[in-house]
T-cell receptor, first 117, second 111 residues
Framework: GAVVSQHPSRVICKSGTSVKIECRSL??????MFWYRQFPKKSLMLMATSNEGSKATYEQGVEKDKFLINHASLTLSTLTVTSAHPEDSSFYIC?????????????FGPGTRLTVL | DQQVKQNSPSLSVQEGRISILNCDYT??????FLWYKKYPAEGPTFLISISSIKDKNEDGRFTVFLNKSAKHLSLHIVPSQPGDSAVYFCAASVTGNQFYFGTGTSLTVIP
């Protein structure tokens, strides 16, 4: 079945540094990937929609200069948290939709836990 | 391979009847399970959860059942309402670390 991977699964960084998180669709081509952030109340907040070959579409309130998204190929999207602060510590999850599927199926990555010291 | 599976991509139910959404998993180490509800163009919203020490958790019209021996959980919505029409995802984790999601079931509640 379709699998989405994320790397790294955990990362700890110092305040002010940048962190890159990768999201890969392993056996299908994803023209669209989504990036979410999970807050303590466990609802996933959609941060942005990543479109292959074009600029990402950011949700209201998400700083596009802080959360840089690149979707350079049909199987890879990256999220870079720039100048990380402790309040950026969270769980980041990506998902991808397989265009060959029913359209409703979304495949989620396992998430990346970011801790900013 | 998918560790969490939702084998029904869609489900239609009459308003007022019960909706039953199913989810199967393969990893016996999963100890925490969640259901999310997702409307188009929005992120999944947390709905209800259950830990592996329980076999049932109820919250209003929503009840989640966990059958550990069968590695199966289900979400019951009763009575179903048109506003419940959405895509529902189940997710599982080991001690709240990495989350593994099913592919979603699109529920349509017919008025």
């Amino acid at each position: 079945g379709a699998v989405v991977s994320q790397h790294p699964s955990r990362v700890i960084c110092k305040s002010g540094t940048s962190v890159k998180i990768e999201c890969r669709s392993l056996d299908f081509q994803a023209t669209t990937m989504f990036w979410y952030r999970q807050f303590p109340k466990k609802s996933l907040m959609l941060m942005a929609t990543s479109n292959e070959g074009s600029k990402a579409t950011y949700e209201q309130g998400v700083e596009k200069d802080k959360f840089l998204i690149n979707h350079a190929s049909l199987t890879l999207s990256t999220l870079t948290v720039t100048s990380a602060h402790p309040e950026d510590s969270s769980f980041y999850i990506c998902s991808a939709r397989d265009p060959s599927g029913t359209g409703n199926e979304q495949f989620f990555g396992p998430g990346t836990r970011l801790t900013v010291l | 391979d998918q560790q969490v599976k939702q084998n029904s991509p869609s489900l239609s139910v009459q308003e007022g009847r019960i909706s039953i959404l199913n989810c199967d998993y393969t990893n016996s180490m999963f100890d925490y399970f969640l259901w999310y509800k997702k409307y188009p163009a929005e992120g999944p919203t947390f709905l209800i959860s259950i830990s592996s020490i329980k076999d049932k958790n109820e919250d209003g019209r929503f009840t989640v059942f966990l059958n550990k021996s069968a590695k199966h959980l289900s979400l019951h919505i009763v009575p179903s309402q048109p506003g419940d029409s959405a895509v529902y995802f189940c997710a599982a984790s080991v001690t709240g670390n990495q989350f593994y999601f099913g592919t979603g079931t699109s529920l349509t509640v017919i008025p």
